[in-house]
């Protein structure tokens, strides 16, 4: 069974940064794509990063396109989202999550393990 556990959310000032981390247990050659989503709360659940996991190619949405990067440490089953240039309109619940179906679109249906998030916080 997998398992993802998200740290490194907290709160800083606009134009700031932040590394969230995720770490997955239980990942196999299967599990293809890892993925970053925020969610503010009243809103719905927002693609950020996706990372497929063969060849390490990146997708970003157009908000953070730029700002943010994705990353995956093969070794040590983490993926990160590093934030720069953080605003407040970043500000949500991040969530890692993780998709054996597909790596094509920004679509949560596609994910099949979720983590329980991590609040990013971003002040004016």
């Known amino acids: 069974q997998v398992q993802l556990v998200e740290s490194g959310g907290g709160s800083v000032q606009a134009g700031g940064s932040l590394r969230l981390s995720c770490v997955a247990s239980?990942?196999?050659?299967?599990?293809?794509?890892m993925g970053w989503f925020r969610q503010d709360p009243g809103k719905e659940r927002e693609g950020v990063a996706r990372i497929y996991r063969p060849s390490a190619v990146t997708y970003y949405a157009d908000s953070v396109k730029g700002r943010f990067t994705i990353s995956h440490d093969y070794a040590k089953n983490t993926v990160y989202l590093v934030m720069n240039s953080l605003k407040p309109e970043d500000t949500a619940m991040y969530y890692c999550?993780?998709?054996?179906?597909?790596?094509?679109?920004?679509?949560?249906?596609?994910?099949?393990?979720w983590g329980q998030g991590t609040q990013v916080t971003v002040s004016s």
């Open positions: 999550a993780a998709s054996s179906f597909s790596c094509g679109n920004w679509s949560a249906t596609l994910y099949n393990y």
């Open positions: 239980g990942l196999t050659y299967r599990d293809i794509c």
